[in-house]
């Protein structure tokens, strides 16, 4: 699935180029993928784009789309809060159909993808509203929908909705009256940002897990699809860590292939990397005993407690520095005002599910102070690897040090080499981004610097990317100019961004000198965030 995701270093996208872009990701002599995301949840998206897409399917591919490829709309999640932004989406969706209805005859669009939120009977108006519009606009223009219908993809983008999945679903497959299969959509990106990256992993790896008991109770087929990004911290979904993804989200079917991935990996890498995928996803799903399940939720709870501490000392910098990081997508609205994200971070949703009252008041604590307005994901990801702190170190090692305190040395070994031994992965690649000299890393603190000692004495790192190291130390001094006003001597630099470029920079803005800096860091990394 071709995603609409802002995560790109090397190219910004404009809401008129996505057109172009759904037709080459979804083109068999293009990417080959299955799927296009048109992403209607707070970005700056035309209501006619889902049309123009299939128009320009129609006229310049052999694909019949709903049969060859798909074309699904992601919907904001509240309709009190957006009623005309969702029932505008859904005249786009129906516009979609009209026009595979006259070349084809047939539907063309089934899914919809919306944002879960806190009731079911959200899923189930919208699937309603959205049918009820598809029959009047069809009545109109002469369109045979008796046989039409919409199957509705709930997202699972937090915490509380992941680790609370065997209980949703049950309700879902009943509200909507499902007895075939039905498709979920697992995120990891606002779990990380809000709760840490193993947090985040071992969360998406039980709701796949727990997904696959429920379907299996209700003998339905299910088909999870896992939204990931390249860099670790949002999934690690590369061409030379492909095996791995596998391996670690067994059960998964779809895959969301992003923009950082298609852009910055470039066409060969992202072609190799579908194909494979396409051959490995039929993996036997993840299954996990009683007692893992238990140990797992615990271990959850230690990791995003460990890293709403560190996170808590860093937050209002973070936030500082996110300004300064470029849009590569059209955006309508920002983190704060999607009612999606503010669920996301709905305290005591995630409370109820943790047992361990201490843990219980050290997450209140933690929870209050740590991004009470967060920016949004790509931001967040994007500032913290800018200045050398890559997320995934974040709360990590003192983590597993509680973890094994009061789980046991043997749960660590079983967690770092059976449930996730790609953590050893995930960490050597961040840790050539890593920085830790606190002259240069304007976000070290000395609680942090500690926890990556902990790392090191168990896991591999790598050199740091003297490149990167040069770019980032300069990007610091310019942010410590815009944020604190501490006065930069510029300087001519050229430096080695890729094989073949050199990107060179001049006695130019303040502004314009960052924002180059900081997508050129992206470039070197192979993903904006």
């Known amino acids: 699935m071709a995603t609409q995701h802002p995560d790109s270093a090397s190219c910004k996208v404009t809401v008129s180029e996505e057109p172009n872009e759904a037709v080459e990701c979804c083109r068999r002599d293009g990417l080959g993928c299955d799927e296009y995301l048109v992403d209607y949840m707070g ?31 992601r919907m904001v999640s509240s309709f009190r809060e957006e009623p005309f932004r969702q029932l505008m989406t859904t005249l786009a969706v129906v516009e979609g159909i009209y026009e595979c209805y006259k070349r ?45 219908g919409f199957r ?64 299996q109770r209700y003998g339905v087929d299910l088909y999870p699809i896992l939204g990931v990004g390249a860099l670790p911290f949002r999934g690690h979904l590369t061409l030379e860590n492909v095996e791995n993804v596998l391996r670690e989200y067994k059960g998964a079917r779809t895959y969301t292939i992003q923009s950082g991935l298609r852009y910055d990996h470039g066409a060969d890498k992202t072609k190799r990397l579908i194909e494979r995928l396409k051959s490995g996803v039929n993996l036997k799903p993840l299954e996990y005993s009683e007692e893992d399940v238990k140990k797992m939720k615990r271990s959850i709870f230690i990791f995003a407690k460990n890293y709403l501490i560190e996170l808590s000392e860093v937050q209002d910098i973070v936030r500082k520095i996110s300004d300064y990081i470029p849009k590569q997508r059209e955006r309508l609205l920002d983190f704060e005002e999607v009612s999606y ?42 500032s913290l690897y800018t200045c050398g702190l890559p997320p995934e170190f974040l709360g990590t090692g003192k983590a597993l040090k509680e973890v094994e305190e009061t789980l046991g040395s043997g749960w660590v070994d079983r967690l770092v080499e059976d449930v996730y031994p790609s953590i050893r992965e995930d960490l050597k690649f961040a840790s050539r981004f890593l920085i830790t000299d606190p002259e240069s890393n304007i976000l070290l603190t000395d609680k942090i610097l500690e926890d990556i000692e902990l790392l090191k004495e168990n896991f591999e790192f790598e050199e740091l990317d003297e490149s990167y190291r040069i770019l980032s130390s300069v990007t610091s001094s310019y942010l410590k100019e815009a944020i604190y006003g501490k006065p930069t001597e510029r300087q001519r630099l050229a430096i080695l961004i890729s094989e073949g470029e050199i990107a060179e920079y001049l006695d130019g803005s303040l502004k314009d000198n960052l924002s180059r800096m900081i997508l050129d860091l992206g470039k070197i990394r192979k993903s904006l965030a």
């Open 152 to 215: 509705m993809l709930p997202l699972f983008g937090g915490l509380a909705e992941q680790l609370s999945i065997d209980r949703y679903l049950p309700n879902l497959i009943e509200t909507l009256q499902v007895n075939d299969f039905i498709r979920t959509f697992v995120g990891k990106s606002e779990t990380a940002m809000l709760y840490g990256h193993m947090a985040s992993v071992l969360s998406c790896k039980l709701a796949i897990s727990e997904s696959y008991r429920v379907a």
């Open 43 to 73: 970005k700056l998206t035309p209501y006619h784009q889902i049309g123009i897409i299939i128009k320009k399917m129609i006229e310049e591919t052999d694909l019949v789309p709903g049969e060859d490829v798909y074309i699904t709309p």
């Open 104 to 148: 084809f005859g047939v539907q063309g669009i089934h899914y919809i993808v919306q944002a879960f939120t806190s009731t079911l009977e959200d899923l189930r108006l919208c699937k309603e509203r959205s049918e009820s519009i598809l029959r009047l606009v069809g009545k109109h223009l002469k369109m045979d929908t008796a046989d039409m």
């Open 341 to 382: 994200y503010r669920e996301l971070r709905n305290v005591k949703s995630i409370l109820s599910l943790c047992e361990d009252k201490t843990l219980r008041r050290h997450l209140v604590d933690f929870m209050e102070k740590a991004f009470k307005k967060p920016p949004r994901w790509f931001k967040f990801v994007a």
